[in-house]
C-alpha cells in the first residue's frame, strides 16, 4: 500500500479506478480530489487524461496534463507546499477543461483505437480518466501515483 493510500479519505479511493499500481479517477472527481487530497495534507502533484480501453490498453493523452512540480521546487514549508499544490493543480485542471475537448482529443490522437466510438459521446466518456499523483510527507520526496 502505498503512503498516499494510507492518508486519502475511503469515499475518495471508491470513486476511483486501480489498474496495476495506477489510480485514475473520472474527469468530474478531479476537483473533488484535490481537494480531498490537500484536506489529508497530501501535495497534489498532478496527473495526465488517459483513455482505459476494455483490452487492457492504455491511451496515454500526455499533453493534456496538471503539473505542479515547478512551483514544488521553491523552498517553502509542508503545508505551504500542500496548499500551493492545490490551488495551483485546480487552476490547471480547469485551464484544461476550457482548452480541449477531451473525447475529441482521444478520437484525433488514438483513431485505431477510439475512431469508432466518436459519435458515442457516452462510451468514450466511459473511458475516460484521469490518473492522479500525490505525495505524502513522510515518502521521502518519492511521486506517489494514486
Known amino acids: 500500500m502505498l503512503d498516499a ?3 486519502l479519505p475511503k469515499e475518495t ?3 476511483s479506478t486501480k489498474r496495476g ?3 485514475a479517477w473520472r474527469v468530474h472527481d478531479i476537483p473533488h480530489v484535490i481537494d480531498a487530497a490537500q ?3 497530501l501535495v497534489n502533484i498532478g496527473g495526465q487524461l488517459q483513455f482505459w480501453l476494455p483490452d487492457g490498453g492504455i491511451c496515454e493523452c500526455y499533453w493534456i496534463e496538471v503539473d505542479t512540480s515547478a512551483a514544488l521546487s521553491k523552498p517553502s514549508s509542508w503545508q505551504e507546499k500542500v496548499v500551493l499544490s492545490a490551488s495551483i493543480a485546480l487552476d490547471q485542471f480547469s485551464a ?3 482548452d480541449y475537448d477531451f473525447a ?3 478520437v484525433r490522437a ?8 466518436s459519435g458515442q459521446r ?4 466511459s473511458l475516460m480518466h484521469f490518473a492522479w499523483y500525490l505525495r505524502a510527507q513522510n515518502s521521502l520526496n518519492r511521486i506517489e501515483t494514486i
Do not use: Q, W
Not at 488514438?110 to 466510438?117: D, M
Not at 457516452?122 to 466518456?125: A, K, S
Open 110 to 117: 488514438f483513431p485505431t483505437h477510439l475512431a469508432t466510438l
Open 122 to 125: 457516452r462510451e468514450l466518456e
Open 21 to 23: 499500481n495506477e489510480y
Open 104 to 106: 475529441a482529443e482521444g
Open 13 to 15: 479511493l471508491r470513486l
Open 5 to 7: 493510500e494510507l492518508h
Open 39 to 41: 484536506k489529508a495534507d
Open 96 to 98: 484544461l477543461l476550457s
